[in-house]
């Protein structure tokens, strides 16, 4: 069983940076086809179940127009349909988890709900057309240019052959880029290739930075232990050499000085939720588990509404570091999850029976998985949070040396003449493959250039999420929300732009007064090409 489609632009992933890509390309009149492998749209904010994580000025800068249309969406969400108390619901920037990563932590179904009420206009009058679950399986390639993708629906086998004049590869690792051809890096490039100073001497591409299948739970009266994980002794007895103990444990590497740092979980804290500030540049606020990715904080409803709070388990101890689940064979892959989610499992069943306890006892029965807040049966993410992609070997490779506080100083990070876009985080790469302890680099706020968004070959294939010129360090600035966000708005704006003037990327590239004009356009559209004087990195 098999058919036919046609569009304008063709986004595979419907992640984060996939999403705006069709905002962008369907507010500029262009017909989309969006592709999504998950039941949610929304990628590492909802299927992946990661709260936002953003740098500390993203209420006042820092942020494109649409992404704050999906913030401000969250939070009329929760005051539209919530039992806030007074104070949460006047609350200029109301967190409704009160976690101390990022000032709008929420649950992921929400986030779910506002990403389908920004495309269900375009849904409606049929200039978008949603492919879910589905994923890519070939490609119709032609020398440089790709003709048309291949995709499968997980749900009945159906494929369906899709022809576009731009194919946007919004998908978390890059799954276009070996379909197509498309030249692409992986893992760790060398110090010779980049010149980067935490870059090895040899290129390592087997080795990626650790992805993790995270999951939400709550503290309630009653045993809600699991049953005992198939791999719980395996993982009970892993003891990284740079880990300060065992993996499954609340004590890990501290990721800015890698010294022993002890972590606090306890359950359903008093503090007041209102005074809880999430500024990573002051403090990662990483010590305090519950508190740290906590998504419902119960003292912001009416009493009683929650029974407890729910917090979101994405730590280092169910970092999956010991072996790539990309490029390898799709056999390999599903068993490297697998042992990823058994990695996952054995915490929390860790956690059930010999986590400390403030009394002295052992073990927090209590402590309840939420299947109902990831949207899974088993209680674990929809799919795994994954740190790093395949890499386009782009026009420009923005390298540690352009973004490094350590490196660029007062200067602050490199300027781009192409810029489309900017962001902010440290350079912060998880334990890998290949046996690192994280990197963590202070960061300048910095730009995303438009060069790093073209192919140096591909001519109608774009990246649109974690898949563009960076190197496997600064993908580690590049990959959080508000950037993936970003990134997307400007390859959906970048292909309807050429649609509409009968040019390519690179011409837009390559021709200042062209490219002047495409930033004119993305700054009308509220996309901020450029942080304001006196903003410092941390």
């Keep these: 069983m098999s058919k036919a489609l046609i569009t304008d632009i063709l986004v595979v992933g419907g992640g984060l940076g996939g999403v705006a890509a069709a905002l962008a390309a369907l507010e500029a009149g262009r017909d989309v086809i ?21 740098h500390p000025w993203i209420e006042e800068m820092g942020a494109t127009r649409r992404y704050r249309r999906l913030r401000d969406g969250i939070r009329d969400y929760y005051r539209a349909h919530f039992p806030l108390t007074a104070a949460a619901r006047e609350h200029p920037h109301l967190n409704p988890g009160a976690g101390t990563v990022s000032k709008l932590c929420s649950e992921p179904r929400v986030s779910v709900e506002v990403i389908d009420s920004m495309l269900a206009p375009w849904l409606s009058a049929g ?33 369906i ?55 939400a739970v709550d503290y309630v009266d009653g045993d809600h232990t699991i049953d005992r994980p ?105 068993s490297r999850l697998h042992d990823a989610r058994q990695l996952s499992l054995s915490m929390l ?26 949207g899974t049966s088993d209680g674990l993410a929809q799919a795994p949070y994954i740190r790093e992609s395949r890499r386009i070997k782009a026009l420009t490779t923005v390298t540690e040396n352009d973004v490094s506080m350590t490196i660029r100083g007062d200067a602050g990070a490199r300027q781009f003449l192409d810029s489309v876009g900017i962001g902010m985080y440290r350079i912060d790469l998880h334990p890998s493959t290949g046996g690192d302890n994280y990197i963590d680099v202070p960061s300048c706020p910095f730009q995303i250039p438009l060069g790093a968004l073209i192919p140096q070959r591909m001519r109608n294939l774009l990246p649109a999420n974690k898949n563009i010129g960076t190197t496997h360090i600064t993908n580690g600035c590049y990959r959080l929300h508000p950037v993936e966000w970003n990134i997307g708005e400007a390859a959906g704006a970048l292909a309807a732009i050429c649609i509409e003037d009968g040019v390519e990327p690179a011409q837009v590239h390559e021709d200042r007064s062209r490219l002047e004009q495409f930033q004119n356009a993305l700054v009308d559209q509220g996309i901020e090409l450029s942080w304001p004087e006196g903003v410092v990195g941390y």
Excluded at 34 to 54: F, I, R
């Design 34 to 54: 969006l592709v999504e492998q998950y039941d949610w749209l929304g990628g590492q904010l909802t299927s992946q179940a990661v709260p936002l994580d953003e």
């Design 127 to 159: 200039h978008l057309r949603l492919i879910q679950p589905a994923v890519a399986i070939g490609a119709d390639v032609d020398g440089d240019r790709v003709r048309a993708i291949q995709v499968r629906r997980l749900t009945n086998d159906e494929e």
């Design 161 to 215: 052959t899709i022809s576009a004049r731009y194919v946007l590869d919004a998908t978390e690792t890059g799954e276009l880029l070996p379909l197509t051809g498309t030249e692409y890096a992986t893992g760790f490039e060398s110090r010779h290739e980049t010149g980067e100073p935490s870059a090895p001497e040899e290129a390592q591409p087997d080795n990626w930075q650790a992805l993790s299948v995270c999951f």
């Design 230 to 334: 198939e791999q719980y002794d395996k993982w009970r007895a892993v003891e990284p050499d740079f880990w300060w103990g065992p993996l499954l444990g609340l004590v890990s590497p501290h990721p800015r000085t890698l010294e022993a740092a002890p972590r606090a979980f306890v359950p359903n804290t008093d503090e007041d939720p209102l005074t809880i500030e999430a500024d990573q540049s002051k403090d990662p606020g990483d010590l305090n588990l519950w508190i740290y990715r906590r998504i419902a904080a119960r003292k912001l409803f009416t009493p009683g509404f929650y029974d407890s709070d729910i917090t979101l388990v994405n730590w280092p101890s169910i970092d999956y570091f010991e072996a790539p689940v990309s490029d390898v064979p799709a056999d390999v892959a599903a």
């Design 349 to 374: 069943y860790w956690l059930q029976t010999e986590a400390p306890r403030p009394d002295g006892g052992k073990g927090l029965r209590g402590l309840r998985l939420r299947p109902d807040v990831m």
